[in-house]
C-alpha cells in the first residue's frame, strides 16, 4: 500500500501541475506526451533507489552483520496475543482487490457493449475506436467528419485510452484518475479539431458543425466520439485560440524544486541496508563477529579521543551482545511479539524488514532507538519494545575507554522459515 501512495502522490503533483500551467495552452502533442509520460513515471518513480538522498548518517554507521529471521514457529505466532486479531488478509488489501475487481468488470462491460453496437451500425453514428472507424454516411459534414476520426485512428488514440483504463483499474480509489482520462479524451479531440482544420472559415463552419450534432455521449465511453457534449464548449474555445508562445514552456521547471522534494521525502522513507548484505537465518546459530571488526577497521583507520558525548561509528573493539549472537537471537525469539499483519502472508517467498538505528551505551544499555525502515502494523514500535528491554551489550572500546558506538540492525520477517 505504501507503493500506492508514493504512485499517486506524484501523479497528484504532475496532475497539478498540468491542470495549472498547461491544459489551456495549445501545446496539445506536448500536452498527450506529457499525460502519458507524467503517469508512467508516477508509478516507476517508488521503485526506484534514490542513494543520492539518503540520510548522510546512514552512510557512516556501522551496520551489525547479523540479520534476525524470526519464524513463525519460534516465536509461538498461534498463541500470540495480536494487535489486531483479524485472520487473513487485512482489510485494506480486501477493499482494494473487490475495486479493482469491480473496475476490470465495468471495463468489459463498456467492451462488450461497444461490440455489441459495432455489428449494428445506427443513425448518427460518428466515432473510432483502434483502427475501426464509423461515420453515418447520411451526416452532415461527412467528410469532415471522417476526416477528424480518421487521426484519432492514426494517431493511435484508442491507445491512450486503455493505458489510462488500466490506471484506473488499480487506482480506482482516486477521483483524480477520472479526471486525468478526462483530460487526455479532451486532449485528443484538440489534437483531431486542430488536424482537420486549416484555415480561420474552416474553423468557423467546424464549430458550427459541432454545435448542429452536439449530441449527448457518456464521457466514460472507451471510443473517441465526435459528438461528445461534455467538451463541446472546451474544444470551441481552443479551436479559436491563438498559438501559445513557445516561452510559456519554461513553466517546467517550476517542477523541479518540487520533485526534488518528492523524491528526498521517498528516499527518507525507504532507507535500503546496503552497507551490509542481509543474511537469512532460519534458525539461530553461532557467528563470529570478525565482519563486525573488518567492517569498522575499514570505515575508519584514524582514531579520536573519545569523550562522554561523542558517539563513534567505528571503533578499536566494537560492542557485541553479552553471551554472544546465541543469547541475543534467544532473547528476540522468545520475546517477540510482532502482530501477525506485520508478516507476509504464508507461502508467500517475500519478506518483511525492519530497520532500526540505536547507540550502545558506554555501560551497555541500548538508547536513541529510531526507525529507519518501518513496514507498518506496530513493527517499529514492538521492535524498539525489544531493545529497549534487552540484555545490556559488552560496550566499544576506543583508546583503552568504553565509548558511545552507532548501531544499524536489521530485523527480517518471514513466513517459510518454518521447520
Not at 189 to 215: G, Q
Not at 303 to 312: A, L, M, Q, R, Y
Amino acid at each position: 500500500m505504501e507503493y500506492l501512495l508514493w504512485a499517486n502522490a506524484y501523479l497528484a503533483i504532475f496532475y497539478g501541475f498540468y491542470w495549472v500551467f498547461l491544459r489551456k495552452e495549445t501545446f496539445f502533442q506536448l500536452n498527450r506526451l506529457y499525460l502519458i509520460g507524467s503517469t508512467l513515471f508516477s508509478f516507476l518513480a517508488p521503485l526506484l533507489d534514490l542513494k543520492i538522498f539518503k540520510a548522510s548518517s546512514e552512510l557512516f554507521s556501522t551496520v551489525l552483520p547479523l540479520s534476525t529471521v524470526i519464524p513463525l514457529a519460534e516465536i509461538n505466532l498461534e498463541n500470540t496475543s495480536y494487535s489486531n486479531s483479524e485472520s487473513g488478509l487485512p482489510i485494506l488489501t480486501i477493499i482494494y482487490t473487490i475495486g479493482c475487481s469491480l473496475s476490470i468488470i465495468w471495463l468489459l462491460y463498456r467492451v462488450f457493449i461497444f461490440k455489441k453496437n459495432l455489428n449494428k451500425p445506427s443513425s448518427g453514428d460518428a466515432y473510432s475506436f483502434l483502427s475501426i472507424v464509423r461515420v453515418d454516411p447520411e451526416m452532415d459534414g461527412y467528410a469532415k467528419i471522417v476526416a477528424h476520426e480518421d487521426i484519432h485512428a492514426q494517431e493511435y488514440h484508442s491507445i491512450d485510452i486503455l493505458f489510462f483504463e488500466f490506471i484506473q483499474i488499480v487506482n480506482w480509489f482516486n477521483p483524480l484518475v477520472y479526471l486525468l482520462l478526462w483530460s487526455v479524451k479532451l486532449n485528443h479531440e484538440y489534437i483531431a479539431d486542430e488536424k482537420a482544420t486549416n484555415s480561420n472559415d474552416d474553423r468557423i463552419n467546424y464549430a458550427n458543425l459541432l454545435v448542429s450534432h452536439a449530441f449527448s455521449t457518456p464521457v466514460h465511453s472507451i471510443m473517441n466520439n465526435f459528438f461528445n457534449k461534455p467538451f463541446l464548449k472546451n474544444r470551441v474555445t481552443l479551436l479559436f485560440k491563438n498559438k501559445s508562445k513557445k516561452s510559456i514552456l519554461i513553466r517546467f521547471s517550476l517542477l523541479i524544486p518540487v520533485m526534488l522534494l518528492a523524491f528526498a521525502l521517498q528516499s527518507g522513507k525507504s532507507i535500503q541496508e546496503t552497507a551490509v548484505p542481509l543474511t537469512v537465518l532460519n534458525n539461530p546459530v553461532t557467528s563470529p563477529l570478525n565482519t563486525l571488526e573488518e567492517t569498522s577497521r575499514e570505515n575508519s583507520k584514524a582514531t579520536s579521543e573519545p569523550t562522554d558525548t561523542h558517539i563513534f561509528t567505528s571503533v578499536e573493539e566494537p560492542p557485541e551482545p553479552i553471551g554472544g549472537l546465541d543469547e541475543f537471537y534467544k532473547y528476540i525469539g522468545e520475546n517477540a511479539n510482532f502482530s501477525k499483519e506485520a508478516y507476509p502472508a504464508n507461502g508467500s517467498t517475500s519478506n518483511v524488514r525492519v530497520l532500526v538505528s540505536f547507540i550502545v551505551e558506554t555501560d551497555g544499555s541500548l538508547s536513541t532507538i529510531k526507525s529507519l525502515r518501518d513496514p507498518g502494523h506496530g513493527t517499529f514500535e514492538e521492535t524498539k519494545r525489544l531493545l529497549e528491554n534487552a540484555p545490556k551489550w559488552k560496550p566499544g572500546i576506543q583508546n583503552t575507554r568504553p565509548v558511545r558506538v552507532q548501531f544499524t540492525l536489521p530485523i527480517q520477517l518471514n513466513s517459510s522459515a518454518e521447520s
